[in-house]
């Protein structure tokens, strides 16, 4: 299974630009929006018609029941950064306070500017239907000779005289799956005999491999009655979770997969559940040494600590992926002391 895990960008640096009141400004704290795309495959398996048939008539096992199969073949993780609405500050505007924004690593982020994903994807192609009607060329229907008797009267006596016309007569699967099968086996000798050069005609060069090749292309059509074929079909999607603050040990449902609807919402109520679980690394304390308070007339300025977690994609049983994330949510609220003059 093909797994990537695309990398953040870093911390997002965005200046504030909303003005709330006179010689004022407003900002917001970030959080981790985790995007999750999801690519799975959807294999379907068609019986053939003549399923039935194929131990008497071919002396192989054919499977006669439909099915369907659905897998996720990659999946990727993108962490993206957005303003948190419930964490919203204010602060008079200054220029101590502008050149803190400037120069802040700490992930400020101002209002009205969005770091979520684009527009999510779904693209549910719809499942297929069995299709053997462009395979094999025999007819379902045979013309026979039929025979019938009618009485003729003559001078001397009554003579019963026979007539021949011909009728269609439809063909029962069985008679028809023997056709198919008969097709099989003389496509298989025709190219053992060509092989060997045990036939009338002469093949060499490109007309020998042309030859083998349409006789193989004929048996493996015809065999298809027989043995059925897979179809299989490639889904994308695209999943969000916001992790919550406060709910490091959650379990956060993205998607399910289901054999009958592929990759569909959590919510959908069907099929098995994915969902991203996340183990926070604690955050030391600062030295205390290290505290500074705010002089008279200052004012301090909020950022956060992401917190790096431990962050995996499961269903429970299986894990898709594990990787490390910074997420805000689950970090530590701090605060910076400037001096406002």
Known sequence: MKIRFIAALGLLMALPTALSGQNSLTYFLPSTRIGVDVEAVVETFHPGPYAGYAKKFLGIEAKQEASVRTYVS?????PTLEADPSARYQA?????????LTLSTQGLVSLGTGGGMESLRWTFPAQDAADFSRLGVSSPYRTEKKVTYKNVQTDTSVTRVATTRDVTVALTPEQRAREAADMVLRARQERFNITIGNTDATYSGEALGSAIAELSRLEEEYLTLFVGY?????????????PVEGKEDAAYPVFRLSPEGGLTSPESGSG??????????PIAAPAADGARKSSKGGQVLYYRIPAVCETALTNGR???????????????????????K
């Open 74 to 78: 990659s999946v990727s993780v993108e």
């Open 272 to 281: 098995t559940l994915y969902f991203l679980s996340f183990k926070a690394a």
């Open 318 to 340: 299986e894990t898709l992926l594990k990787t490390r994330i910074p997420v805000y949510q689950f970090g530590e609220t701090s605060s910076y002391p400037i001096n406002v």
């Open 92 to 100: 008079a505007s200054s220029e101590a306070v502008g050149q803190a």
């Open 230 to 242: 897979t179809t299989r079909q490639v889904q994308n999607a695209s999943f969000s979770v916001i």
